[in-house]
Nanobody
Framework: QVQLVESGGGLVQAGDSLRLTCAAS????????LGWFRQARGKEREFVAT????????VYADSVQGRFTVSRDNDKNTMYLQMNSLKFEDAAVYYC???????????????WGQGTQVTVSS
């Protein structure tokens, strides 16, 4: 079991950068594949990025490819999402999640954080 807490959200202007952090507690952090998902007002939660247990592989949603970078530091029990060139449509509550398999499907993730708000002004 793992507990996840997101931080780093805030209000930025379009074109700015922001880094989100997902801090984990509990056992076996390094054994989990991790993902970032987001949910905008009135929309379904959607996949953003995922990174495998050792950080060797990552997959991104087409909408963020080339702008966002996911990374993890297993020694610090932490995952990051570096968001560059932010767009208005990136505004959402961002969630980190942990899964036993490497997947882009939200239903595969068993553990979730509470979310952190990212607001992008246009």
């Amino acid at each position: 079991q793992v507990q996840l807490v997101e931080s780093g959200g805030g209000l930025v202007q379009a074109g700015d950068s922001l880094r989100l952090t997902c801090a984990a507690s509990g056992r076996s952090f390094s054994s989990y594949h991790l993902g970032w998902f987001r949910q905008a007002r009135g929309k379904e939660r959607e996949f953003v990025a995922t990174i495998n247990w050792n950080g060797g592989s990552a997959v991104y949603a087409d909408s963020v490819q080339g702008r966002f970078t996911v990374s993890r530091d297993n020694d610090k029990n932490t995952m990051y999402l570096q968001m560059n060139s932010l767009k208005f449509e990136d505004a959402a509550v961002y969630y980190c999640a942990a899964a036993d398999s490497f997947s882009t499907w939200a239903r595969k993730y068993a553990y979730w954080g509470q979310g952190t708000q990212v607001t992008v002004s246009s």
